[in-house]
């Protein structure tokens, strides 16, 4: 159908500015049609997902008003409770992988504890997309990713030459973020990491990577012996076997901080006690 089209081509960056200015309204109206298939709509509303985060997590550069990532959200959310088939799930996963970079929707998605443990489910049939879409996920509400680093004189140039100065949200502060993975841990969120570790593609296993660095590395790594009990430790030694160049980096770091947190006897038990020092090497 047309509407899968453009859900399917939105998931290009650059096209997605292109597609906002000419086809979200049309798929706005789509999804407003009475007389359209309930599958033909919940596809217009993954094309309008991934339009609404064309701008990243810049919130000077969103191409629609604010607020409407987390309205297509919860609208999202009533089609997967309403009619939860592997199709719909897949569609669903797609469209939050996307909608989780305002930050709006990933803290609510973190609190909602329905719709986060609707996620966990997903890998009990874990497909190779669903992977790649729950590691990114997590990669995002988890503030994972990597940010540029912006020099204070080019934030002056740009005032000078009136251009647009990337600005976080205030969700994404270090309090917000903390609370965030507090939230995950107490879902046992980090079996779904764990799960998703036997992915066998690379940047699958970074997302994972990345994720599990940023939980073990909150608040003083207070959350270093959950992780350890939700299979985080045996996860980051097979996540560190094959990754890519960054997410070895991060795999590693992850280990040595369980390492330094905790007793390494306890934490590496048995062989991967030895396992856990080639890690520590490449550091």
């Known amino acids: 159908t047309a509407a899968e089209s453009v859900a399917l081509i939105a998931s290009d960056k650059k096209m997605c500015y292109n597609l906002a200015d000419q086809n979200f309204n049309l798929l706005k109206a789509l999804y407003r049609n009475e007389n359209v298939d309930d599958a033909v709509k ?25 607020g409407a990532a987390l309205r297509l959200f919860r609208q999202l959310r009533q089609y997967l409770f309403k009619c939860p088939t592997d199709e719909v799930r897949m569609w669903v996963v797609e469209a939050l992988a996307y909608l989780t970079i305002d930050a709006e929707v990933k803290h609510e998605l973190v609190f909602d504890d329905q719709q986060m443990n609707t996620l966990c489910a997903f890998t009990n049939d874990l497909t190779p997309n669903t992977a790649y879409a729950l590691s990114w996920i997590f990669m995002i509400v988890t503030n994972s990713y990597e940010k540029p680093d912006i020099e204070p004189e080019m934030v002056r140039i740009a005032e000078y030459a009136k251009q647009s100065i990337p600005k976080e949200h205030e969700l994404d502060s270090d309090e917000n973020l903390k609370e965030r993975i507090q939230k995950l841990v107490s879902l046992k969120a980090p079996t779904v990491l764990a799960t998703c570790s036997s992915a066998s593609s690379e940047r699958t296993r970074e997302f994972l990577a990345r994720s599990y660095f940023s939980i ?28 890519t160049k960054e997410g070895k980096q991060y795999a590693a770091h992850a280990i040595a901080k369980i390492a330094i947190k905790m007793n390494p006897a306890l934490a590496f038990s048995g062989q991967k006690s030895l396992d856990a020092c080639r890690p520590c090497l490449s550091l």
Not at 42 to 66: C, H, I, P
């Open 42 to 66: 919940l596809r217009a509303l993954v094309g309008m997902s991934k339009m609404s985060v064309a701008g990243g997590s810049d919130v000077t550069r969103n191409v629609v008003a604010e």
């Open 216 to 243: 073990v590395c909150s608040d003083e790594g207070v959350h270093c012996g959950a992780v350890v009990q939700l299979g985080g430790t045996r996860s980051l030694l097979n996540l560190f076997q094959e990754n």
